[in-house]
């Protein structure tokens, strides 16, 4: 298992697959209304990927706070 950042999660295409292959995800996007999309989503699939609002410029994380960073 993996803890990942999404980081511009937008409707949380990534954030999903990746919750379903069983690893930790943190989805990040700086907009609500991509967030309110992604939480739907989410719901949708039946996984619980945190969903967190940020800029993708500077990070509200520690550096190694994550095995892996993806973005599309």
Known sequence: MLDILDAGCGPAFFSILLSKAGHRVVGLDGSDGMLRHASENTRQHGVAP??????????????GSFDLVVSR
Do not use: A, K, R
């Open 50 to 63: 945190l969903l967190l609002q940020g800029d993708c410029h500077n990070l509200p994380f520690t550096d």
